[in-house]
C-alpha cells in the first residue's frame, strides 16, 4: 500500500527552552512554553492544536528536558499516543534533532519527513499556517531539501536571522515555493533597515521541514562530531540498553544551535514566506500589543506592560512611561521597556547571589 503524506510526516516540537526573558513568571520548574500568556492555555497546548489535525498522534514528538517530565505528561494527559523524549541534559537544537531524525530514521523509515516547530512561539493565522505546512512537506517530498518558513518582516528587527529569497520554484496549493539564498544571523540595524527595504530577506521562524536521512547525511557532513555521538547513541536502538545509554551518551554532545551547526552551511534550501501572525514571544517586550496594562489602574502613564497573578492586587501608575511590571507571589520585576531583552542579566545576577529558589 502506498503510504500517505499524513503517515509519513512527523511533527518534532522543541519544548526545552528556560524562557529566562520571561522571568519571574517563567521560572526553571515551569519554563515559558507552560505559560498562558496569551490565553487561557499554554503556548506548548497551543502548538499542539494548531499542528495536530497534520500528523497522526503517534507521529508527534515532544522532546524537553527530564526536569520537565512530569508537567509535560500532566499538560498533554488529555491527547493520547504522543511520544515524548526527556533529554538528560538540554544540549541546544542540533543534538535534539540530529538525534529525533537518526530515531526516526531507524523506528520508520529514511524517507520519512520531520517537521520541526518550537513550542513557545504565537501563530495567529494557524489555518494558514497549515497550509504552509501542508505545502512545505510536500515541497521537501518532492525537492528533497530542507524547507524553512520566512516570516515577512514588519520592522527591521536585529534579535532575528534573517532568509534571504531567491527565485520562485514552484507554487503548491496556492501557496508559493522560493529558494533560499542563504542566511543572516542577528543584523546591524542599518543591514536590518536595507533588508525591510529591499524585500528581498524574511525572518527565520525557527521553522523547518526535512527527510529524516537527508538531516543523517548532513549531519555527517558538516557536524562530523555531532554525528559521531549520536552514532554511538543510535547503535542502541531497539535494545535493552536503549536507554541507559541515550542518558549516559547525549549529555556528552556538542552543544550548538541547527542554525550554526547546520542549516547555514547546506549549499542550497528551500523558503516559503508566512503570513501567519506569528511571533517568537521572545521577551515581554513582545505582549506589548497582547497584554499591554489592562491589568494597572492609571493616570498619565502610557507605553507600560503590565502582568499580575494577583487578581485581587491592585497596580496603579502614575505619570510612569515605557516600562515593564510582572508581578508574582514571591518576586517583583520592574524594568525599563527598552532593557526587556536583557532580563537574563538579572536571572544570572540571582545565580551569583545564591537566590536559585527565585529562578
Not at 497551543?46 to 505528561?73: A, C, D, G
Not at 501572525?277 to 506589548?288: I, Q, R, V, Y
Request: proline residues 4%.
Amino acid at each position: 500500500m502506498k503510504s500517505s503524506i499524513k503517515d509519513l510526516a512527523h511533527c518534532i516540537i522543541m519544548a526545552g527552552g528556560s524562557g529566562t526573558r520571561f522571568w519571574p513568571l517563567s521560572r526553571a520548574s515551569k519554563p515559558k512554553q507552560f505559560l498562558k500568556i496569551v490565553s487561557n492555555k499554554t503556548l506548548l497546548n497551543l502548538t499542539i492544536e494548531r499542528l495536530k489535525p497534520l500528523f497522526k498522534n503517534k507521529n508527534i514528538h515532544v522532546v524537553s528536558n527530564i526536569s520537565t517530565n512530569k508537567l509535560i505528561k500532566k499538560e498533554l494527559s488529555g491527547i493520547r499516543g504522543v511520544n515524548f523524549v526527556f533529554e538528560p541534559k538540554g544540549r541546544n537544537t542540533a543534538p535534539c534533532i540530529a538525534y529525533m531524525a537518526a530515531k526516526i530514521s531507524y523506528y520508520h523509515s529514511d524517507n520519512d519527513i520531520l517537521v520541526v516547530c518550537p513550542s513557545d512561539h504565537l501563530i495567529k493565522n494557524p489555518v494558514q499556517f497549515r497550509k504552509i505546512i501542508s505545502a512545505g512537506i510536500k515541497a521537501c517530498k518532492k525537492k528533497d531539501q530542507l524547507v524553512t518558513i520566512g516570516i515577512e518582516p514588519s520592522s527591521p528587527h536585529t534579535g532575528y536571522g534573517y532568509i534571504k529569497i531567491g527565485e520562485l520554484i514552484e507554487t503548491y496549493d496556492g501557496i508559493k515555493i522560493y529558494e533560499s539564498k542563504g542566511f543572516k544571523e542577528k543584523p546591524s540595524i542599518n543591514k536590518a533597515k536595507d533588508f525591510l527595504k529591499n524585500k528581498d530577506h524574511l525572518w527565520n521562524a525557527g521553522i523547518f521541514i526535512v527527510r529524516a536521512g537527508y538531516i543523517n547525511n548532513a549531519v555527517k557532513e558538516y557536524m562530523p562530531e555531532l554525528h559521531r555521538g549520536i552514532k554511538k547513541i543510535s547503535k542502541s536502538f531497539g535494545t535493552k540498553k536503549e536507554k541507559e545509554i541515550f542518558n549516559r551518551e547525549f549529555p556528552k554532545l556538542p552543544s550548538i544551535s541547527i542554525d550554526h551547526g547546520l542549516i547555514e552551511q547546506l549549499p542550497s534550501s528551500i523558503t516559503i514566506p508566512a503570513k501567519i501572525g506569528w511571533d517568537d514571544l521572545g521577551a515581554w517586550n513582545s505582549l506589548e500589543n497582547i497584554i499591554g496594562d489592562k491589568d494597572a489602574i492609571k493616570i498619565r502613564s502610557k507605553g507600560n506592560i503590565i502582568k499580575k497573578q494577583d487578581k485581587k492586587k491592585i497596580i496603579t501608575l502614575l505619570d510612569i512611561n515605557n516600562v515593564i511590571v510582572v508581578d508574582t507571589p514571591d518576586a517583583l520585576l520592574i524594568a525599563n521597556k527598552n532593557s526587556g531583552q536583557n532580563i537574563k542579566e538579572l536571572v544570572d545576577l540571582l545565580k551569583q547571589k545564591g537566590l536559585e529558589e527565585y529562578i
